[in-house]
């Protein structure tokens, strides 16, 4: 098993430029979820998934959607990226739904928006 | 609103001098408390879930608590490799949402 990959590793964008974060996982984990990451700040839920159709908002969702159309994957869109958005974004998945169970987490992805 | 606040912010020990690490929250029914370790530039590492008052779980020289407000990550004898920031976690019974604490940075010397 890969467990929970995300592409890309990093990425620089100019203010306005949209883009997608991808987020796998071939565990078939029911729960995905997206934070992001800030000095000082820990970890901040943007949206999360109990299954394949269903999604919903966390703390921080606005400036990001997301969809899941398959169990597999979690993609996240900037819709017109801000320097407030400049952080580190890691997408996580467990089983069974509810993320009772642990958390699997992706390497992050490292984002400057310049 | 569901709150997890984590104290110390920062803990530099010396090799082999146990501590603790706090976990407070506020939560409208509890699902579950989770302790996570994080490396610099990694994500995190899964250790225990803790579900209801009184439980304790072990793992190696880690040694989580949970009360109805708080959870206490206990350290027992650590070594350097113990070094990371320890996350707390909570998940609501109402929702799915699992809300992190800022995290406790600890450092060990050898």
């Known amino acids: 098993n890969a467990g929970v990959t995300q592409t890309p590793k990093f990425q620089v964008l100019k203010t306005g430029q949209s883009m997608t974060l991808q987020c796998a996982q071939d565990m078939n984990h029911e729960y995905m979820s997206w934070y992001r990451q800030d000095p000082g700040m820990g970890l901040r839920l943007i949206h999360y998934?109990?299954?394949?159709?269903?999604?919903d908002q966390g703390e921080v969702p606005n400036g990001y959607n997301v969809s899941r159309s398959t169990t597999e994957d979690f993609p996240l869109r900037l819709l017109s990226a801000a320097p407030s958005q400049t952080s580190v974004y890691f997408c996580a998945s467990s089983y069974p739904r509810g993320g009772r169970d642990e958390q699997f987490f992706g390497p992050g992805t490292r984002l400057t928006v310049l | 609103e569901d709150q997890v606040t984590q104290s110390p912010e920062a803990l530099r020990l010396q090799e082999g001098e146990s501590s603790s690490l706090n976990c407070s929250y506020t939560?409208?029914?509890?699902?579950?408390l989770f302790w996570y370790r994080q490396d610099p530039g990694k994500g995190p590492e899964f250790l225990f879930t803790?579900?209801?008052a009184g439980e304790e779980k072990e793992k190696e020289r880690l040694k989580a608590t949970l009360t109805k407000k708080e959870s206490f990550l206990h350290i027992t004898a650590p070594k350097p490799e113990d070094s990371a920031t320890y996350l707390c976690?909570?998940?609501?019974?109402?929702?799915?949402?699992?809300?992190f604490g800022k995290g406790t940075r600890l450092h060990i010397l050898p």
């Open positions: 803790l579900y209801s």
């Open positions: 939560v409208s029914g509890l699902r579950g």
């Open positions: 976690a909570v998940q609501a019974v109402r929702d799915d949402k699992i809300i």
């Open positions: 998934s109990v299954g394949a159709g269903i999604t």
